[in-house]
């Protein structure tokens, strides 16, 4: 017995011996030039509009309970929430490799033959079986799991940023509908009664039946655009209701002029996109993953030391209870891998190549984050001066379409003129809303481009 346990000692001395040569690799966060990725006149401040909770960038009370509602009952995500579930499991089976497993068996047997005492045969064992994690393959294969789940946990949160700003940004295109279909209804009122108005003049023989047609015309394609609009309402309505989980209905909400959005526009500085955009956060996770995984492949060529202890009790079928039938064993094995067809060889280029590609996912997730940032500020600066441009063009044409038409009634100009600018009137009030609409999807864009929308843990706010 003193000769086993040497030699188990032996082993174990080894073990510990060959765990000296530094097989496992700390992993180090990748580093990466944060500097100049924004391209943007704004001075670098700290201040970051991703900072804020949603609920204080949206005021209106119908939109937050529209995104309550959502967070709760949007599928994709919920399903995110069950992804990081399911990375949650793995991660615990990982951590539960490092403890011991255990087996128990029992069998009994009764015998009867005539004249013979019967017999009864009884088997109790036990097995436990430990590997020794002398080169870091478990704890490799822990924190391959706890990357998984940091990319699992990442993922919703992308899809929680998703979610906030495809609601809104639904919302708000709903209020502009809404908005462009109340231009219709007065423009459709005022060519009415021009009709009327061209009508009469052709009775009295000031016009002509060529103009009264065209401003028939004018009119029924006023009435029939305005049904295309019923028809978006309509698809926004229930595309929003899908967003939080519903089936198709209508939606309460306010007025497209009530919507007050932020303008002071804090994007930060560049490098707190590391630690604000979930689809940065899940790239890094990724780098995360595959060096953990490089080094369980690289754990591969080294032994794998276990060590199996098996007791138990069993009779002889003579004797119910026997001391001397107790039994124990305890064995240490080393397995060592010799010849595999270079499997563990290719399956290290693998691992390694997977970190390289890992390492280029998230070097472009930054870079790509820069560039939505930089390109929705300079939409927003852009759109601004377009906003201003666009309101004195349409107070431009609503006083010629109010000159033509005291024109026409004085037979001093065609209603060519009249129609042209009453047409163009109508154009630029609906691409005044789309303008509008455009701004308030910048700033919810923006929000999200930064990585603002996703709940923070209460010491992140801290």
């Given at each position: 017995?003193k ?8 082993v ?17 966060t990748?580093e ?18 991703a ?6 960038l ?9 995104i ?14 069950y ?20 087996n128990i068996s ?15 045969y ?9 590997e020794?994690?002398?080169?870091g ?13 940091l ?21 708000y ?47 029924y ?17 229930n ?6 989980g ?46 953990a995984k ?8 080294y ?16 004797v ?26 290719a ?10 590609e ?18 929705l ?8 001066q377009k906003?201003?441009a ?5 107070e ?10 005291e ?5 001093s ?5 009249v ?29 999200q481009?930064?990585g ?11």
């Amino acid at each position: 017995m003193k000769t086993i346990h040497i030699k188990v000692f032996a082993v174990l001395a080894l073990m510990l011996a060959l765990s000296s040569c530094n097989i496992y690799r700390p992993y180090k966060t990748p580093e990466m030039n944060t500097d100049d990725l924004y391209r943007t006149d704004v001075p670098a401040d700290s201040a970051n509009m991703a900072l804020r909770p949603w609920q204080e960038l949206f005021t209106d009370q119908n939109l937050r309970n529209l995104i309550d509602s959502a967070l709760v009952n949007n599928f994709d995500y919920q399903t995110a929430m069950y992804m990081v579930e399911e990375a949650n499991a793995a991660f615990a089976q990982g951590k539960a490799a490092f403890f011991p497993t255990l087996n128990i068996s029992a069998d009994g047997t009764l015998s009867k033959v005539e004249d013979v005492p019967h017999g009864e045969y009884y088997n109790i064992a036990a097995a436990a079986s430990w590997e020794l994690d002398i080169f870091g393959r478990l704890r490799s294969a822990k924190r391959a799991a706890k990357a998984a789940l940091l990319q699992s946990i990442a993922y919703k949160r992308a899809v929680e940023t998703q979610v906030i700003a495809s609601v809104a940004n639904g919302y708000y295109t709903l209020l502009s509908l809404d908005k462009q279909l109340r231009v219709y209804d007065e423009t459709i009122l005022l060519w009415s009664e021009t009709v009327r108005t061209m009508e009469d003049m052709m009775e009295a023989g000031s016009t002509n039946l060529a103009a009264v047609t065209q401003s028939r015309a004018n009119l029924y394609s006023a009435q029939a655009a305005r049904e295309d609009i019923l028809y978006n309402i309509r698809v926004t309505e229930n595309s929003l209701r899908l967003l939080i989980g519903q089936p198709a209905g209508e939606i309460v909400r306010g007025t497209f002029e009530d919507q007050q959005l932020t303008t002071d526009l804090q994007v930060g500085l560049p490098s707190q996109l590391l630690a604000n955009r979930p689809d940065v956060q899940q790239a890094e996770a990724g780098v995360r993953a595959a060096f953990a995984k490089t080094n369980v492949a690289r754990a591969a060529f080294y032994p794998r030391f276990t060590i199996t202890a098996n007791g138990g009790y069993a009779n002889d079928g003579t004797v119910s209870f026997a001391p001397g039938a107790f039994f124990a064993n305890l064995v240490g094995g080393l397995v060592q891998p010799l010849f595999n067809a270079g499997t563990n060889r290719a399956n290290l280029r693998i691992a390694k190549a997977q970190q390289e590609e890992a390492l280029l996912a998230f070097e472009k997730s930054l870079i790509n984050a820069g560039i939505e940032v930089s390109n929705l500020l300079y939409n927003y600066n852009t759109t601004a001066q377009k906003l201003d441009a666009r309101a004195q063009q349409v107070e431009q044409l609503q006083i010629a379409v109010d000159a033509t038409n005291e024109l026409f009634k004085l037979s001093s100009t065609t209603y060519l003129e009249v129609l042209t600018a009453q047409q163009s009137l109508l154009s630029a009030r609906i691409s005044q809303i789309g303008d509008q609409l455009t701004q308030m999807e910048n700033v919810v864009n923006l929000y999200q481009a930064l990585g603002g929308g996703w709940e923070r843990p209460v010491e992140e706010e801290k």
